[in-house]
């Protein structure tokens, strides 16, 4: 099963709460009388994933906690409030999926001969192209 798959099958709708301000900055009269900023709030403690998913969601997404538990995802870039909600409930799915995702552990390598002798052969002509840039005329 892919993460996108297994995050939408433990994820329920329910358990995010929407909240909608102004947008802020230039927009003219619409921005000053429409509520179309969404703010998407979801508790990752409160969530059915489970136990051993949410410690891993605790752990790489620390940064993006407001609270103790709770991610927060402000759009305001539509100006209509469903565009707006459905942009940050992808946003939420995105970032779920991206911190279920497992890099690959890099093993150590040595240089190949070629690329050692490349990249010195490389600095000798620049330290010779440099040394004849310095040389005296009479």
Not at 25 to 36: E, I
Not at 47 to 59: H, R, V
């Amino acid at each position: 099963m892919d993460s996108k798959a297994f995050v939408l099958q433990y994820l329920n709708p329910n358990d995010i709460t929407y909240l909608s301000t102004r947008s802020q900055g230039a927009g003219g009269q619409h921005v000053n009388k429409t509520n179309s900023c969404i703010q998407l709030r979801y508790s990752i403690m409160t969530s059915t994933f489970p136990e051993e998913i949410k410690a891993k969601f605790m752990q790489r997404l620390k940064h993006k906690l407001v609270q103790d538990d709770v991610i927060q995802i402000r759009v305001e870039t539509e100006r209509d409030q469903k565009s707006n909600k459905d942009t940050a409930y992808k946003k939420l799915i995105e970032l779920l999926v991206s911190a279920l995702f497992e890099p690959k552990k890099r093993t150590k390598t040595k240089p190949t001969k070629s690329s050692v002798r490349k990249r010195l052969e490389t600095k000798k002509s620049r330290s010779d192209v440099k040394k004849s840039r310095s040389t005296k005329w009479d």
